[in-house]
């Protein structure tokens, strides 16, 4: 490990919870859809016998690697929420019945789940289709972010089935603390249960500075690179 190398650092503020739903790196979730891609994958391929290019998504570079950036962040218990399409700006929310009680034992003081009260509000966020309200789900994390970077908060890319959409936004570098997930609640008429350890959004640093571009014509040097990087992934019946 490089002692001198960045770091970006998550204080625990509830080892109760976060020992049990810590944040991880992007590249240790797993998601269903790509393990049944490659098991189609590898019977298309038995299939085609080499008598045609057999290519699938989840080996897509660009997919992959926006899938494996950064850290993920999950929730820390079961909840179930539900709106009701007559009340466009109000949800129940439900918890493990005996919950609360632990959480004044170990004097949690955080909300669980909380929103912003958009009705009638000339600050509102455009939400689309989804829940009027966005909702703010709060984990137990403080996070210092290195000068020279900010973090960056995004939907967790190409998720199986995602019930919320996370909000992007930047954090910058510095100590931050009331950590909580803005989300997008696509239901927006009936109850949905949301496991503990779902992934809520992932987390990916970013350089604060942004480098200079230029726009140039092609050239003669760009046009064999060009060739060379369409011959690697043309000339053989499946490539890695």
Known sequence: MNIFRPKIKFYSECPVITESYPIYESKEYKRKWVKACASAYQKHKDKADNRHTVITAAKCPGMRTIMEMGYIVTTWCDLTIETDKNSPYEYKIYYPSNLDRLLKEIDYKKPIVSDFILNNSSLKIPTGNYFNNILKIWVPWSIEVPKGW????????????????????????????????????????????IPAGTPLCQLVPIKTETPDFKFKNINERIKKLNMKKIFSVTHKFKYK
Request: with cysteine; net charge negative; hydrophobic share 35%.
């Open 150 to 193: 900010n973090l960056m908060f995004m939907p967790v890319q190409y998720d199986d089935d995602p019930k919320f959409t996370a909000c992007t936004g930047v954090l910058p570098s510095g100590h931050n603390t009331e950590f909580n997930i803005h989300i997008f609640w696509h239901e927006t008429d009936g109850r949905v249960h």
